[in-house]
């Protein structure tokens, strides 16, 4: 079974600065899809980042962009130039690409609080 | 577009009541269907999921149970629950044309 461990269970960055939050995740498998949620206050999870396990390049979405470590399984997420609206929970997820396997797994969650 | 609705918003149940929490889809067919539980302040845990009409998967065995009477709906359910029951369930569905799956806003359940 798969696993995703976010060993980071807070993380508290000045507005405007940088956070990175760690992902590792447990699998046998050589294709699968990789993703980063949020989770406001509101509690509604919003998708932030995905990136395909066959892509070598890592993704990016506007200030979040993601450091793939396929060898290393590890799937960190960066967050640039910091904005008070990014306080929320971020969750790492993890889904096979094998066509009848439709699990998804998810981390335990990383709280980021913003400072101003 | 594709829209999901889950509801009640939040629930106040007390111990050895039964349970319905509904969720359906709107503008997809034949999607795959999660119930996940979220306890306070922690990561999310999945219950079940479905990949077709009348086909359910249990990840956790426990005190609930789901069920897909229509391609777009999952029902979770409980004869009586439990304190241990509290938490907030939110559902999701995912189709193959898609590869991130897609939440509805949830319900938070509290068992008194």
């Known amino acids: 079974a798969q696993t995703v461990t976010q060993s980071q269970p807070e993380m508290s960055v000045q507005e405007a600065e940088t956070v990175t939050l760690s992902c590792t995740y447990d699998t046998s498998e050589s294709d699968y899809y990789l993703f980063w949620y949020k989770q406001p206050p509101s509690r509604q999870m919003i998708l932030v980042i995905r990136q395909e396990a066959y892509k070598q390049q890592n993704a990016t979405e506007n200030r979040f962009s993601v450091n793939f470590q396929k060898a290393a399984k590890s799937f960190s997420l960066k967050i640039s130039d910091s904005q008070l609206g990014d306080a929320a929970m971020y969750f790492c997820a993890y889904r096979s690409a094998r066509l009848n396997d439709y699990k998804l797994s998810f981390g335990a969650g990383t709280t980021v609080t913003v400072r101003a | 577009s594709q829209t999901i609705h889950q509801w009640p918003a939040t629930l106040v149940q007390p111990v050895g009541s039964p349970l319905s929490l509904e969720c359906t889809v709107e503008?997809?067919?034949?999607?795959?269907l999660y119930w996940y539980r979220q306890a306070a302040g922690r990561g999310l845990q999945l219950l079940f999921y479905s990949v077709g009409i009348g086909q359910i998967s249990s990840e956790v065995p426990q005190n609930l149970s789901a069920s897909r009477p229509q391609d777009r709906q999952f029902i979770l359910s409980s004869k009586k629950l439990l304190l241990s029951d509290s938490g907030f369930y939110l559902c999701a569905w995912l189709t193959r044309l898609r590869t991130e799956a897609f939440f509805g806003q949830g319900t938070r359940l509290t068992v008194v």
């Open positions: 503008g997809t067919s034949n999607p795959n």
